[in-house]
């Protein structure tokens, strides 16, 4: 089960009240005042760990509890501190405050923490208020109060690349054959149902993480089919490599697909838009064979007519191809990355 929206209600702990406490003992018959101070409620910390892949935990528990602060003890003692509450989340998760949707945390990186509701301070014992001209205090102060407050989370999954394209446009054959993930493939639509992460190897020890995003179809900034649910993922990633089936035998124009997933992106963000892109044209090995060089020329000259600058070809299933639009999307990452530090 993938789950990439959830709500998550929290509360500190309350901190342990101030002691009121006079010594009582043999030989001191006028023992000073002794209550000790409370404990520290528990934080509820939140904590970026990569081996979390989903939300699907505050499905089944969305209520986290930090543990209260004990009261101050007599001599002078204090309550032990409440434990903290640590909630795992996994990497790409943005946090809003569920009651004024502000942005309050981007859960980016492996340990990250951040505290969510911090415990509440331990009260005083009436051994802080002796004196001199007062020494027989009666006063301590409560443990400070608890906090509580409901978070909405919802996870954006880091890749460096997003495949993209229209159902069946062979992004799972791809990330399978790119990497080791174990995509599910057939020869039907919306065999991705979830996105799938991979990471591609290449020479000199460099890594590329691949994310498959389930198909998109027409409409889909506006709710239709399965891809609008998971558009948020591709705004993290650095690049875009866009899959056409170029084959045409589903009888569909691999320029007007083209088009169609760039008007979603564009309706969804400007972010997508404005996201770099190779364009891949995939299941070159349908194509007859004597026909095949001049086919993908001549598509390839209308796709740069709609503006798509990098325009590639591949057969995902022989892997031909493969390994040179991988080599690309990497210097393209490569070079965002410059360009953003």
């Given at each position: 089960?993938?789950?990439?929206?959830?709500?998550?209600?929290?509360?500190?702990?309350?901190?342990?009240?101030?002691?009121?406490?006079?010594?009582?003992?043999?030989?001191v018959?006028?023992?000073?005042?002794?209550?000790?101070?409370g404990?520290?409620?528990?934080?509820?910390?939140?904590?970026?760990?990569?081996?979390?892949?989903?939300?699907?935990?505050?499905?089944?528990?969305?209520?986290?509890?930090?543990?209260d602060?004990?009261?101050g003890?007599?001599?002078?003692?204090?309550?032990?501190?409440?434990?903290?509450?640590?909630?795992?989340?996994?990497?790409?998760?943005?946090?809003?405050?569920?009651?004024?949707?502000?942005?309050?945390?981007?859960?980016?990186?492996?340990?990250?923490?951040?505290?969510?509701a911090?415990?509440?301070?331990?009260?005083?014992?009436?051994?802080?208020?002796?004196?001199?001209?007062?020494?027989?205090?009666?006063?301590?102060?409560?443990?400070?109060?608890?906090v509580?407050?409901s978070?909405?989370?919802?996870?954006?999954?880091?890749?460096?690349?997003?495949?993209?394209?229209?159902?069946?446009?062979?992004?799972?054959?791809?990330?399978?054959?790119?990497?080791?993930?174990?995509?599910k493939?057939?020869?039907?639509?919306?065999?991705?149902?979830?996105p799938?992460?991979?990471?591609?190897?290449?020479?000199?020890?460099?890594?590329?993480v691949?994310?498959?995003?389930?198909?998109?179809?027409?409409?889909?900034?506006?709710?239709?089919?399965?891809?609008?649910?998971?558009?948020?993922?591709?705004?993290?990633?650095?690049?875009?490599?866009?899959?056409?089936?170029?084959?045409?035998?589903?009888?569909?124009?691999?320029?007007?697909?083209?088009?169609t997933?760039?008007?979603?992106?564009?309706?969804?963000?400007?972010?997508?838009?404005?996201?770099?892109?190779?364009?891949?044209?995939?299941?070159?090995?349908?194509?007859?064979?004597?026909?095949?060089?001049?086919?993908?020329?001549?598509?390839v000259?209308?796709?740069?007519?709609?503006?798509?600058?990098?325009?590639?070809?591949?057969?995902?299933?022989?892997?031909?191809?493969?390994?040179?639009?991988?080599?690309?999307?990497?210097k393209?990452?490569?070079?965002?990355?410059?360009?953003?530090?």
């Amino acid at each position: 089960m993938f789950l990439d929206q959830a709500t998550i209600h929290i509360r500190s702990g309350k901190g342990g009240n101030g002691s009121v406490h006079f010594r009582r003992e043999k030989g001191v018959p006028k023992g000073g005042p002794d209550g000790g101070d409370g404990g520290r409620g528990g934080d509820v910390v939140l904590v970026g760990d990569a081996h979390v892949d989903s939300l699907v935990q505050f499905a089944y528990k969305p209520h986290w509890f930090a543990q209260d602060g004990e009261p101050g003890g007599e001599k002078g003692a204090s309550g032990k501190a409440g434990v903290d509450c640590l909630v795992p989340l996994p990497l790409g998760t943005q946090l809003r405050d569920a009651t004024t949707g502000e942005v309050v945390c981007d859960m980016v990186a492996e340990g990250q923490r951040w505290v969510a509701a911090p415990g509440g301070e331990g009260g005083l014992g009436n051994e802080r208020f002796k004196t001199s001209t007062h020494q027989a205090p009666r006063e301590s102060t409560p443990g400070g109060d608890a906090v509580e407050r409901s978070l909405t989370a919802e996870l954006r999954l880091i890749a460096d690349v997003g495949l993209v394209g229209l159902p069946n446009a062979g992004k799972s054959t791809m990330l399978k054959a790119a990497t080791r993930a174990n995509a599910k493939i057939a020869a039907y639509p919306f065999t991705t149902l979830n996105p799938q992460l991979g990471i591609a190897e290449l020479k000199d020890d460099r890594r590329l993480v691949l994310a498959d995003l389930p198909g998109l179809i027409e409409g889909a900034a506006e709710g239709a089919g399965l891809g609008h649910e998971f558009l948020r993922h591709i705004e993290r990633t650095r690049v875009l490599v866009h899959l056409i089936d170029c084959s045409g035998l589903d009888g569909s124009d691999p320029v007007e697909s083209y088009a169609t997933i760039r008007r979603e992106l564009g309706a969804f963000s400007d972010t997508l838009a404005r996201k770099a892109e190779i364009v891949v044209l995939s299941k070159t090995d349908l194509l007859p064979a004597d026909e095949r060089a001049a086919a993908v020329e001549q598509l390839v000259g209308r796709l740069r007519k709609e503006r798509a600058v990098r325009v590639m070809a591949m057969s995902a299933a022989t892997s031909e191809g493969v390994a040179e639009v991988i080599e690309a999307a990497w210097k393209l990452v490569a070079s965002r990355a410059r360009e953003s530090e």
